[in-house]
Nanobody
Framework: QVQLVESGGGSVQAGGSLRLSCAVSGVTYSTYCMGWFRQAPGKEREGVAAIDSARSTTYTDSVKGRFTISKDNAKNTLYLQMNSLKPEDTAMYYC??????????????????WGQGTQVTVSS
């Protein structure tokens, strides 16, 4: 069975950095898309960053220039490097994966496998 496990969340002051990791297990083939999503209390889930099988990346406007998504196919691990963090980045962060060729990569409804989430808290 497919499992995604996030790590690397925590508490940091504004301007600081964190790197999130997501390990994928239980699969033979590389993902078509992997993405990071976040959800703050009372708000809808938001696509943050995604990367496809060709390593094309997509970011939501609010994190462009600050966050970098990458993956290590050999380790089946997804990363999100978050720099210049702002209090507005505070949320539960989830990684997701799908193997649906041609489907989107930054739309939550495209994904069918999700991690449990890791909390990121940014204080001012």
């Amino acid at each position: 069975q497919v499992q995604l496990v996030e790590s690397g969340g925590g508490s940091v002051q504004a301007g600081g950095s964190l790197r999130l990791s997501c390990a994928v297990s239980g699969v033979t083939y590389s993902t078509y898309c992997m993405g990071w999503f976040r959800q703050a209390p009372g708000k809808e889930r938001e696509g943050v960053a995604a990367i496809d099988s060709a390593r094309s990346t997509t970011y939501t406007d609010s994190v462009k220039g600050r966050f970098t998504i990458s993956k290590d196919n050999a380790k089946n691990t997804l990363y999100l490097q978050m720099n210049s963090l702002k209090p507005e980045d505070t949320a539960m962060y989830y990684c997701a994966a799908h193997w649906r060729v041609g489907w989107g990569c930054l739309r939550d409804y495209d994904y069918n496998y999700w991690g449990q989430g890791t909390q990121v808290t940014v204080s001012s």
